[in-house]
């Protein structure tokens, strides 16, 4: 994959994770619209621009699982996978 994201924007891959309850039903995601998303930290951006000309540090670092909410960013194909990009202000949390 070749891609550098702008500002302070990230791309993730979305980790996939099936739910199952105690019977063995499977839920698929579109049960809950409130469900956090992990993913996986793919490229970082060179962080915000700032009013004095220097640049914000990112947060977040490629390879790092991270959680943040299902509806947001935006959705991009890349090389036949999917992957989402947002703005490094909608991660919620780092994954340790």
Known sequence: MNIQPLGGRVVLRLLQKEEVTKSGIVLPDTVDKEKKSEGE???V???KLLKDGSRAPMEVSVGQKVLVKSWGGDEVEIDGEDYKIFDAQDILAVIQ
């Open 41 to 43: 930290v793919v490229a």
């Open 45 to 47: 951006g060179p962080g």
